[in-house]
């Protein structure tokens, strides 16, 4: 199936951010004219900055959990906005709980004016620590609602809920996506998920920090795949929820191993302790999206892992 957006107006809440900024970037090239939401709370300014001259981009510069106005008409409201890395929602809880929720309300409200599709874009982590494998979208999960990653998971699934309470009550058009682990270019260094700690800790020298004995699993979706299965989704028929994660499982000890191995690096591994909560399995099962949208990934992971550490390369200091 194609994706056209051309000539759609859309709101992209969180714009600045890693997915929302590549998001951004095929949107505008696509055709779209995109008005970016973000208070640069984790995004970065930097993400987008080479849209500042596009006559089809605008930013502007506000936290989402306060009221959202655009004038004239809209086609879709995506909202991208929240913090995604747990050293991120760890350090802030209450407002990754407040974007999930009230900024899932305010974009909400805001697409039922317009009469705009809505897309959310959720999470593997409603699934938490499954103990379904792989995990299909008619898997409820087994979530820790107090653990220190429940305000992530929990905010992910509230958002969720309401989505479907819009649908029902108001007839608004939703896409749910449920992403598994995205890496590539604008990862932040610092933000504390596995691909970009083990690339700045290999190019440095450091030694690869590995939680646990290495053995649980993730499975790795390059952006650019991801993004494109955003775009299909958003242009289906399909009100999701819908899987878009990558189909080879890899553990995370292999993972710092060939992130080592491509930054050519001799970089020793240490285990540490597993954070709470820590999920053992990750792993979608994609079915729905091969047979609804067409969609697979095309990038091979190792690939794009070489393809990251590429740019990161280019980046100062």
């Known amino acids: ?33 995109v ?4 208070n640069f709370l984790t995004g970065a300014r930097s993400n987008i900055a080479h849209l500042d001259a596009h006559e089809r981009f605008h930013l502007v510069h506000q936290d989402v959990t306060t009221y959202l106005d655009v ?26 709980l407040k974007v999930g929720s009230l900024g899932t309300h305010n974009a909400l409200g805001l697409a039922r004016a ?7 874009a959720s999470t593997s982590e409603v699934y938490g620590d499954p103990q379904v494998h792989p995990q299909p979208e008619t898997y409820w999960g087994h979530v820790n609602p107090i653990g220190p990653r429940g305000v992530y998971d929990e905010a992910k699934r509230f958002a969720e809920a309401l989505a479907f309470a819009y649908h029902r009550t108001h007839d608004i058009e939703i896409r749910i996506a449920r992403i598994f682990n995205t890496y590539g270019p604008r990862m932040r260094m610092d933000d504390g998920r596995a691909v970009p700690t083990f690339i700045r800790q290999a190019r440095a020298g450091e030694p690869l920090s ?28 399909h009100a999701g929820p819908i899987n878009l994660g990558g ?22 591994v240490v285990f540490a302790d597993r954070p709470q909560d820590d999920p053992q399995v990750r792993r979608p ?13 095309q990038v091979d992971w190792r690939d794009g ?9 280019q980046q100062p200091g």
Not at 73 to 95: C, G, N, R, W
Not at 114 to 120: E, N, S, Y
Not at 247 to 268: H, K, M, N, P, Q
Not at 305 to 313: D, I, N, S, T
Request: hydrophobic share 40%.
């Open 114 to 120: 317009k009469g705009a599709r809505f897309m959310l």
């Open 247 to 268: 189909d080879e499982e890899v553990t995370v000890g292999e993972l710092a191993e060939v992130i080592r191995d491509i930054c050519g690096s001799s970089s020793s």
């Open 305 to 313: 892992l070489e393809r990251a550490v590429r740019w990161y390369r």
């Open 1 to 33: 199936m194609t994706a056209d957006v051309d000539g759609w107006r859309i709101v992209l809440t969180g714009g600045a951010g890693f997915l929302g900024s590549h998001l951004a970037d095929r949107l505008v090239a696509g055709g779209a004219s």
């Open 210 to 237: 590995v939680h646990g004995d290495g053995t649980q699993t993730r499975s790795l979706c390059f952006v650019d795949d991801m993004v494109d299965g955003f775009l299909r989704l958003l242009t289906s028929e």
């Open 71 to 96: 004038g004239g008409e809209i086609d879709a409201v995506l909202h991208f906005a929240s913090p995604a890395s747990p050293i991120d929602y760890l350090k802030l809880p209450i407002q990754t």
């Open 35 to 38: 008005i970016c939401f973000d």
């Open 285 to 297: 099962d994609t079915t729905l999206a091969r047979e609804l949208l067409g969609w697979q990934p």
